[in-house]
């Protein structure tokens, strides 16, 4: 079975820059999540979407980031205009499903290491 | 909003049994206990998940008391693949949208020594 993908696995970018980051999560997989993860730290969610819908994006800093779901399958995260804290790894996770009392399991991707200059 | 503790780090030798403890006093009823492993330069990995008493699979057991306001994750003979950071999380759903949301703590960073 493929596991979740995830492009570019690395970026550099300067600090007022935007970037993109883009996954494929396994097939059939109704939750996407992407978590940014600072060095050292365990990852923080920043939006979770329940086939294209958003269900959680209450830590996703909005004036900047902003993430897409089209289709229920592939997903983009966007950061407009990036900054210095922004330098971590980002990581998209998806499971079959998530309700509440039912424990799923997420499968992450590797992620992609965003270094802002 | 549910949250562990767990130690920040613990050493050990291969072959040795591991016990780490993870106290999450605030749990809900409805919440399970996961436990995710990740090695450097990677993503997080499942490895077990529980609700009450013990659970165990080929990799790992968890104990969970009748209290649940802690688990342990018990790795058996431990080698140096094992030397990862290990992530006890229970669901947390504030809400109540119908949708588990986990919350990553800090992590224990075990390392195992020959």
């Known amino acids: 079975e493929a596991g979740v993908a995830q492009s570019p696995r690395y970026k550099i970018i300067e600090k007022r820059q935007s970037v993109a980051f883009w996954c494929n999560p396994i097939s059939g997989h109704a939750t996407l999540y992407w978590y940014q993860q600072i060095l050292g730290q365990g990852p923080k969610l920043l939006i979770q979407?329940?086939?294209?819908?958003?269900?959680?994006d209450s830590q996703l800093p909005k004036d900047r980031f902003s993430a897409e779901r089209l289709k229920g399958v592939d997903s983009t995260l966007k950061i407009q205009p990036a900054k210095l804290e922004d330098s971590a790894v980002y990581l998209c996770a998806s499971s079959p499903a998530g309700l509440a009392g039912l424990g799923n399991e997420q499968f992450f991707g590797p992620g992609t290491r965003l270094t802002v200059l | 909003l549910a949250k562990t503790t767990q130690p920040i780090s613990m050493d050990s030798y291969e072959g040795q049994e591991v016990n780490i403890t993870c106290s999450h006093n605030n749990i809900a009823t409805n919440d399970y206990i996961t436990w995710y492993q990740q090695f450097p330069s990677q993503g997080p990995r499942f490895i077990i998940q529980g609700y009450k008493t013990k659970v165990t699979n080929e990799v790992a057991s968890l104990f969970i008391p009748a209290d649940r306001k802690s688990s342990t994750l018990s790795l058996p003979r431990v080698s140096l693949s094992d030397t990862a950071v290990y992530y006890c999380l229970v669901g947390d759903n504030p809400r109540n949208t119908g949708f588990q949301k986990l919350v990553f703590g800090t992590g224990t960073r075990l390392l195992v020594s020959p």
């Open positions: 979407f329940q086939n294209n819908g958003v269900v959680d």
